[in-house]
Protein backbone atom coordinates (compact mmCIF):
# COMPACT_ATOMS: atom_id res chain seq x y z
CA UNK A 1 0.00 0.00 0.00
CA UNK A 2 2.65 2.45 1.49
CA UNK A 3 4.41 1.92 -2.26
CA UNK A 4 1.41 3.42 -4.00
CA UNK A 5 1.86 6.39 -1.63
CA UNK A 6 2.11 8.95 -4.41
CA UNK A 7 -1.13 7.87 -6.13
CA UNK A 8 -3.17 7.36 -2.80
CA UNK A 9 -1.90 10.76 -1.15
CA UNK A 10 -3.60 12.43 -4.41
CA UNK A 11 -6.95 10.62 -3.20
CA UNK A 12 -6.71 11.86 0.43
CA UNK A 13 -5.98 15.40 -0.60
CA UNK A 14 -9.62 15.09 -2.78
CA UNK A 15 -11.66 13.43 -0.14
CA UNK A 16 -11.63 10.07 -1.96
CA UNK A 17 -12.53 6.84 -0.19
CA UNK A 18 -11.20 3.80 -1.08
CA UNK A 19 -10.62 0.11 -0.49
CA UNK A 20 -7.32 -1.08 -0.93
CA UNK A 21 -6.48 -5.35 -1.50
CA UNK A 22 -2.88 -5.83 0.45
CA UNK A 23 -1.19 -9.18 -0.19
CA UNK A 24 -0.55 -10.16 3.80
CA UNK A 25 1.19 -13.88 3.10
CA UNK A 26 1.97 -15.93 -0.08
CA UNK A 27 2.97 -19.60 -0.86
CA UNK A 28 4.90 -21.41 -3.94
CA UNK A 29 5.13 -19.38 -7.10
CA UNK A 30 3.33 -16.53 -6.25
CA UNK A 31 3.80 -13.55 -8.44
CA UNK A 32 4.51 -10.81 -6.17
CA UNK A 33 5.36 -10.55 -2.41
CA UNK A 34 3.28 -8.95 0.44
CA UNK A 35 3.26 -5.82 0.51
CA UNK A 36 1.92 -5.85 -3.47
CA UNK A 37 -1.58 -3.84 -3.09
CA UNK A 38 -4.54 -3.23 -5.46
CA UNK A 39 -6.62 -0.18 -4.50
CA UNK A 40 -10.15 1.05 -5.93
CA UNK A 41 -11.92 4.09 -5.03
CA UNK A 42 -15.58 5.28 -5.02
CA UNK A 43 -15.76 6.02 -8.98
CA UNK A 44 -13.94 2.35 -9.68
CA UNK A 45 -10.48 3.75 -10.61
CA UNK A 46 -8.21 1.51 -9.83
CA UNK A 47 -4.50 1.62 -8.84
CA UNK A 48 -1.79 -0.88 -8.11
CA UNK A 49 -1.67 -5.14 -8.95
CA UNK A 50 -1.60 -8.35 -6.47
CA UNK A 51 -1.31 -10.90 -8.95
CA UNK A 52 0.10 -9.32 -12.47
CA UNK A 53 -3.08 -9.64 -13.97
CA UNK A 54 -4.26 -13.61 -12.57
CA UNK A 55 -6.81 -12.67 -9.84
CA UNK A 56 -6.80 -8.76 -10.22
CA UNK A 57 -10.82 -8.87 -11.45
CA UNK A 58 -12.05 -10.84 -8.15
CA UNK A 59 -9.67 -8.54 -5.87
CA UNK A 60 -10.78 -5.76 -7.81
CA UNK A 61 -14.83 -6.52 -6.96
CA UNK A 62 -13.88 -7.48 -3.13
CA UNK A 63 -12.54 -3.50 -2.67
CA UNK A 64 -15.74 -2.95 -4.33
CA UNK A 65 -17.51 -4.67 -1.91
CA UNK A 66 -15.86 -3.19 0.76
CA UNK A 67 -16.49 -0.06 -0.27
CA UNK A 68 -19.99 -0.72 -0.38
CA UNK A 69 -20.56 -2.47 3.37
CA UNK A 70 -17.59 -1.13 5.27
CA UNK A 71 -16.48 -4.62 6.06
CA UNK A 72 -12.52 -5.72 6.34
CA UNK A 73 -11.98 -9.51 4.66
CA UNK A 74 -9.13 -11.64 4.11
CA UNK A 75 -9.45 -13.94 1.08
CA UNK A 76 -7.20 -16.68 0.07
CA UNK A 77 -6.51 -17.55 -3.63
CA UNK A 78 -4.74 -20.57 -5.00
CA UNK A 79 -5.06 -22.86 -7.97
CA UNK A 80 -7.24 -25.32 -8.03
CA UNK A 81 -6.87 -28.44 -10.80
CA UNK A 82 -10.43 -29.90 -10.04
CA UNK A 83 -11.76 -26.35 -11.34
CA UNK A 84 -10.22 -24.85 -14.25
CA UNK A 85 -12.04 -21.85 -14.52
CA UNK A 86 -12.15 -21.22 -10.75
CA UNK A 87 -10.66 -17.82 -10.08
CA UNK A 88 -6.98 -18.40 -8.82
CA UNK A 89 -3.46 -18.58 -9.81
CA UNK A 90 -2.27 -19.90 -13.17
CA UNK A 91 1.47 -20.39 -11.56
CA UNK A 92 0.44 -22.72 -9.09
CA UNK A 93 1.00 -20.42 -5.99
CA UNK A 94 -0.95 -19.07 -3.01
CA UNK A 95 -1.46 -15.75 -2.01
CA UNK A 96 -3.88 -14.16 0.89
CA UNK A 97 -5.40 -11.18 0.70
CA UNK A 98 -6.50 -8.08 3.40
CA UNK A 99 -8.86 -6.31 1.66
CA UNK A 100 -9.72 -3.00 3.70
CA UNK A 101 -12.01 -0.11 3.74
CA UNK A 102 -10.27 3.21 3.93
CA UNK A 103 -11.99 6.48 4.42
CA UNK A 104 -10.61 9.56 2.97
CA UNK A 105 -10.93 11.11 7.15
CA UNK A 106 -9.00 8.15 7.95
CA UNK A 107 -5.99 9.62 10.02
CA UNK A 108 -3.82 6.40 10.59
CA UNK A 109 -4.05 5.29 6.88
CA UNK A 110 -3.47 9.05 5.83
CA UNK A 111 -0.58 9.52 8.14
CA UNK A 112 0.78 6.59 6.69
CA UNK A 113 0.32 7.52 3.46
CA UNK A 114 1.56 11.05 3.73
CA UNK A 115 4.87 10.08 5.84
CA UNK A 116 5.42 7.51 2.91
CA UNK A 117 4.91 10.55 0.44
CA UNK A 118 7.62 12.86 1.85
CA UNK A 119 9.88 9.86 1.83
CA UNK A 120 9.90 9.50 5.79
CA UNK A 121 10.64 5.88 7.94
CA UNK A 122 7.33 4.47 8.57
CA UNK A 123 5.75 1.57 9.26
CA UNK A 124 1.65 0.18 9.21
CA UNK A 125 0.44 -2.20 11.30
CA UNK A 126 -2.68 -4.14 10.65
CA UNK A 127 -4.36 -6.88 11.88
CA UNK A 128 -4.63 -9.41 9.02
CA UNK A 129 -5.97 -12.70 11.49
CA UNK A 130 -7.66 -12.49 14.72
CA UNK A 131 -10.96 -11.72 16.27
CA UNK A 132 -13.54 -10.20 13.65
CA UNK A 133 -13.61 -6.75 15.27
CA UNK A 134 -10.14 -6.30 15.26
CA UNK A 135 -9.57 -7.29 11.41
CA UNK A 136 -8.08 -4.20 9.46
CA UNK A 137 -7.18 -1.92 12.70
CA UNK A 138 -4.58 -0.52 12.39
CA UNK A 139 -1.23 1.64 14.04
CA UNK A 140 1.29 4.14 12.60
CA UNK A 141 4.51 3.28 13.78
CA UNK A 142 7.78 6.22 13.85
CA UNK A 143 11.33 5.16 13.97
CA UNK A 144 11.70 6.50 17.52
CA UNK A 145 8.73 4.00 18.67
CA UNK A 146 5.87 6.39 19.09
CA UNK A 147 2.92 5.07 17.50
CA UNK A 148 -0.69 6.74 15.74
CA UNK A 149 -3.69 5.01 16.25
CA UNK A 150 -5.21 1.79 18.11
CA UNK A 151 -5.93 -1.86 17.56
CA UNK A 152 -8.78 -1.42 19.73
CA UNK A 153 -7.96 -4.63 21.77
CA UNK A 154 -6.34 -5.44 25.13
CA UNK A 155 -4.46 -2.47 26.68
CA UNK A 156 -0.98 -3.87 26.05
CA UNK A 157 -1.70 -4.95 22.49
CA UNK A 158 -1.09 -1.71 20.88
CA UNK A 159 2.29 -1.46 22.85
CA UNK A 160 3.40 -4.91 22.07
CA UNK A 161 2.03 -4.11 18.39
CA UNK A 162 4.25 -0.97 18.18
CA UNK A 163 7.26 -2.60 19.65
CA UNK A 164 7.32 -5.30 17.01
CA UNK A 165 6.44 -3.10 14.01
CA UNK A 166 9.58 -0.49 15.39
CA UNK A 167 11.75 -4.41 15.10
CA UNK A 168 10.83 -4.95 11.60
CA UNK A 169 11.47 -0.99 10.41
CA UNK A 170 14.72 -1.01 11.85
CA UNK A 171 15.55 -3.44 9.75
CA UNK A 172 13.19 -2.13 6.50
CA UNK A 173 11.42 -5.64 6.17
CA UNK A 174 7.80 -6.21 5.21
CA UNK A 175 5.94 -9.11 6.68
CA UNK A 176 3.73 -11.25 9.41
CA UNK A 177 4.60 -11.19 13.19
CA UNK A 178 2.11 -12.98 15.22
CA UNK A 179 1.18 -11.98 18.85
CA UNK A 180 -1.52 -12.83 21.85
CA UNK A 181 -5.16 -11.14 21.68
CA UNK A 182 -3.53 -10.03 25.42
CA UNK A 183 -0.45 -8.22 24.11
CA UNK A 184 2.31 -10.69 25.37
CA UNK A 185 4.65 -12.76 22.37
CA UNK A 186 3.07 -15.91 22.03
CA UNK A 187 1.92 -16.88 18.59
CA UNK A 188 -1.65 -17.46 17.96
CA UNK A 189 -4.07 -14.90 18.82
CA UNK A 190 -3.26 -11.86 16.64
CA UNK A 191 -1.57 -11.89 13.05
CA UNK A 192 -0.06 -8.50 12.67
CA UNK A 193 1.01 -7.62 9.05
CA UNK A 194 3.64 -4.84 8.84
CA UNK A 195 4.45 -2.63 5.82
CA UNK A 196 7.43 -1.22 6.15
CA UNK A 197 8.60 2.04 4.14
CA UNK A 198 12.05 3.48 4.45
CA UNK A 199 14.41 5.53 1.81
CA UNK A 200 15.17 4.17 -1.08
CA UNK A 201 18.45 2.10 -0.97
CA UNK A 202 21.67 3.91 -2.51
CA UNK A 203 23.82 3.32 -6.01
CA UNK A 204 26.97 5.59 -5.77
CA UNK A 205 28.76 5.20 -8.84
CA UNK A 206 32.21 6.28 -9.29
CA UNK A 207 33.89 7.40 -12.42
CA UNK A 208 31.80 9.69 -14.79
CA UNK A 209 32.59 7.60 -17.57
CA UNK A 210 30.12 6.64 -20.80
CA UNK A 211 29.00 3.56 -19.22
CA UNK A 212 28.02 5.52 -16.15
CA UNK A 213 25.52 7.63 -17.73
CA UNK A 214 23.71 4.03 -18.50
CA UNK A 215 24.13 2.33 -15.21
CA UNK A 216 22.19 5.54 -13.44
CA UNK A 217 19.14 5.02 -15.52
CA UNK A 218 18.81 1.69 -14.97
CA UNK A 219 19.89 2.05 -11.05
CA UNK A 220 17.15 4.94 -11.17
CA UNK A 221 14.89 2.21 -12.87
CA UNK A 222 15.19 -0.36 -9.95
CA UNK A 223 14.66 2.48 -7.59
CA UNK A 224 18.02 3.13 -6.09
CA UNK A 225 19.26 6.92 -5.12
CA UNK A 226 21.94 7.12 -7.88
CA UNK A 227 24.76 9.69 -6.84
CA UNK A 228 27.76 9.39 -9.28
CA UNK A 229 31.25 10.75 -8.02
CA UNK A 230 34.36 11.75 -10.21
CA UNK A 231 37.25 13.90 -8.93
CA UNK A 232 37.34 15.43 -12.21
CA UNK A 233 34.83 18.27 -13.07
CA UNK A 234 35.09 18.17 -16.61
CA UNK A 235 33.15 14.92 -16.43
CA UNK A 236 30.80 15.03 -13.37
CA UNK A 237 28.20 17.44 -14.87
CA UNK A 238 24.55 17.41 -14.81
CA UNK A 239 24.56 17.82 -18.71
CA UNK A 240 26.20 14.27 -18.85
CA UNK A 241 24.34 13.09 -16.27
CA UNK A 242 20.83 14.39 -16.17
CA UNK A 243 19.17 11.60 -13.95
CA UNK A 244 21.43 10.98 -11.09
CA UNK A 245 19.89 12.37 -8.04
CA UNK A 246 23.30 13.68 -6.92
CA UNK A 247 26.79 14.57 -8.81
CA UNK A 248 29.83 15.23 -6.01
CA UNK A 249 33.27 15.90 -6.97
CA UNK A 250 35.50 15.11 -5.51
CA UNK A 251 38.09 12.03 -4.67
CA UNK A 252 36.35 8.57 -4.53
CA UNK A 253 37.99 7.71 -1.06
CA UNK A 254 37.24 11.05 0.86
CA UNK A 255 33.75 11.10 -0.32
CA UNK A 256 33.10 7.66 0.57
CA UNK A 257 34.45 8.15 3.76
CA UNK A 258 31.92 10.78 4.83
CA UNK A 259 29.19 10.12 3.33
CA UNK A 260 26.30 7.88 4.25
CA UNK A 261 25.86 4.08 3.99
CA UNK A 262 24.31 0.74 5.14
CA UNK A 263 23.53 -2.57 4.34
CA UNK A 264 21.49 -1.96 1.42
CA UNK A 265 24.03 0.80 -0.37
CA UNK A 266 25.35 -0.55 -3.69
CA UNK A 267 28.76 0.71 -4.99
CA UNK A 268 30.01 0.21 -8.28
CA UNK A 269 33.27 1.28 -9.20
CA UNK A 270 33.63 1.90 -13.03
CA UNK A 271 37.22 4.01 -12.92
CA UNK A 272 39.45 1.28 -13.16
CA UNK A 273 42.46 3.67 -12.73
CA UNK A 274 44.42 2.57 -10.01
CA UNK A 275 45.14 5.95 -8.15
CA UNK A 276 41.26 6.25 -7.71
CA UNK A 277 40.47 2.35 -7.13
CA UNK A 278 42.79 1.76 -4.37
CA UNK A 279 42.15 4.25 -1.72
CA UNK A 280 38.30 3.52 -2.79
CA UNK A 281 38.18 -0.19 -2.28
CA UNK A 282 40.69 -0.02 0.76
CA UNK A 283 37.69 1.84 2.30
CA UNK A 284 34.81 0.27 0.59
CA UNK A 285 35.61 -3.26 1.36
CA UNK A 286 35.77 -2.64 4.77
CA UNK A 287 32.10 -1.05 4.95
CA UNK A 288 29.17 -2.82 6.00
CA UNK A 289 27.09 -2.05 2.50
CA UNK A 290 25.54 -4.90 0.39
CA UNK A 291 27.61 -5.06 -2.75
CA UNK A 292 30.85 -3.71 -3.62
CA UNK A 293 31.81 -3.99 -7.46
CA UNK A 294 34.73 -2.58 -9.65
CA UNK A 295 34.90 -2.62 -13.43
CA UNK A 296 37.78 -3.57 -15.22
CA UNK A 297 39.86 -6.21 -17.42
CA UNK A 298 41.30 -9.46 -15.87
CA UNK A 299 44.50 -8.28 -15.92
CA UNK A 300 43.63 -4.59 -13.98
CA UNK A 301 41.32 -7.13 -11.67
CA UNK A 302 44.95 -8.84 -11.09
CA UNK A 303 46.84 -6.08 -10.38
CA UNK A 304 44.32 -4.45 -8.41
CA UNK A 305 44.04 -7.41 -6.33
CA UNK A 306 47.93 -6.98 -6.05
CA UNK A 307 47.94 -3.52 -4.79
CA UNK A 308 45.28 -4.03 -2.28
CA UNK A 309 47.33 -7.13 -0.83
CA UNK A 310 50.05 -3.95 -0.65
CA UNK A 311 48.02 -1.67 1.39
CA UNK A 312 46.59 -4.39 3.89
CA UNK A 313 43.11 -5.50 2.80
CA UNK A 314 42.38 -9.14 3.90
CA UNK A 315 41.38 -12.10 1.83
CA UNK A 316 38.36 -12.16 3.38
CA UNK A 317 37.71 -8.48 2.66
CA UNK A 318 39.07 -8.97 -0.94
CA UNK A 319 36.46 -12.19 -1.17
CA UNK A 320 33.56 -9.60 -0.93
CA UNK A 321 34.58 -7.32 -4.10
CA UNK A 322 32.96 -8.63 -7.52
CA UNK A 323 35.45 -7.98 -10.23
CA UNK A 324 35.18 -7.64 -13.08
CA UNK A 325 31.81 -6.37 -12.22
CA UNK A 326 28.47 -7.84 -13.86
CA UNK A 327 27.44 -11.28 -15.21
CA UNK A 328 28.37 -12.49 -18.82
CA UNK A 329 25.76 -11.21 -20.88
CA UNK A 330 28.12 -11.23 -23.76
CA UNK A 331 27.83 -7.41 -23.01
CA UNK A 332 29.68 -4.87 -25.79
CA UNK A 333 27.38 -1.28 -25.55
CA UNK A 334 27.33 0.83 -22.62
CA UNK A 335 23.50 0.19 -22.03
CA UNK A 336 24.37 -3.85 -22.58
CA UNK A 337 26.80 -3.33 -19.74
CA UNK A 338 24.96 -1.42 -17.74
CA UNK A 339 22.11 -4.28 -17.91
CA UNK A 340 24.72 -6.81 -16.91
CA UNK A 341 25.76 -5.20 -13.81
CA UNK A 342 22.10 -4.52 -13.01
CA UNK A 343 21.81 -8.25 -13.51
CA UNK A 344 24.26 -8.94 -10.65
CA UNK A 345 23.26 -6.49 -7.95
CA UNK A 346 19.73 -8.27 -8.32
CA UNK A 347 20.81 -11.83 -8.28
CA UNK A 348 23.09 -10.64 -4.79
CA UNK A 349 20.09 -8.91 -3.44
CA UNK A 350 17.95 -11.98 -3.93
CA UNK A 351 20.02 -14.92 -4.22
CA UNK A 352 19.63 -15.49 -7.53
CA UNK A 353 22.24 -17.71 -9.02
CA UNK A 354 22.17 -15.80 -13.10
CA UNK A 355 21.70 -18.75 -15.02
CA UNK A 356 18.69 -19.04 -17.57
CA UNK A 357 15.87 -20.26 -15.86
CA UNK A 358 15.12 -23.07 -18.92
CA UNK A 359 15.86 -26.33 -17.92
CA UNK A 360 17.54 -25.15 -14.66
CA UNK A 361 15.11 -26.00 -12.33
CA UNK A 362 16.20 -23.17 -10.13
CA UNK A 363 12.91 -21.24 -7.78
CA UNK A 364 12.06 -18.72 -9.95
CA UNK A 365 11.62 -16.80 -6.43
CA UNK A 366 13.85 -17.03 -4.39
CA UNK A 367 13.19 -17.11 -0.33
CA UNK A 368 15.50 -14.38 0.77
CA UNK A 369 15.56 -11.71 3.20
CA UNK A 370 16.31 -8.33 0.92
CA UNK A 371 15.21 -5.19 0.13
CA UNK A 372 12.23 -4.63 -2.08
CA UNK A 373 12.47 -1.99 -5.13
CA UNK A 374 12.33 1.73 -3.55
CA UNK A 375 13.87 0.04 -0.17
CA UNK A 376 11.32 -1.98 1.42
CA UNK A 377 13.06 -5.36 2.51
CA UNK A 378 9.73 -8.34 2.69
CA UNK A 379 10.12 -12.44 3.04
CA UNK A 380 8.94 -14.16 0.10
CA UNK A 381 8.44 -17.71 -0.32
CA UNK A 382 9.69 -19.41 -3.31
Known amino acids: MLDM ?25 APRGPGAALAVDGQGTAIGSVSGG ?9 CVQALQDGRTV ?59 ELLGRALLVRPDGSYEGSLDGHPELDRTAAEEARAMLDSGRTGTVEIAEDGSRCPGGVALFVESRVPPPRLIVFGAV ?62 HDAKFDVPLL ?24 RRLREVGVSESEL ?11 GARTPEETALSIAAEIVAAR ?21 PEVGGVRSRTAA
Open 5 to 29: AEELNRWFEEGRDFAVATVVSVGGS
Open 54 to 62: CVEGAVYDL
Open 74 to 132: RERFGYSDEDAFAVGLTCGGVIEVLVTPVRADAPVFRAAVSAAHRGEAAALARVARGPG
Open 210 to 271: DFATALVRVGRFLGYHVTVCDARPVFATRVRFPEADELVVDWPHRYLRRTTTDERTVLCVLT
Open 282 to 305: ETALRLPVAFVGAMGSRRTHEDRN
Open 319 to 329: ARLRSPIGLDL
Open 350 to 370: RGGTGVPLTGSGTPIHHDVDG
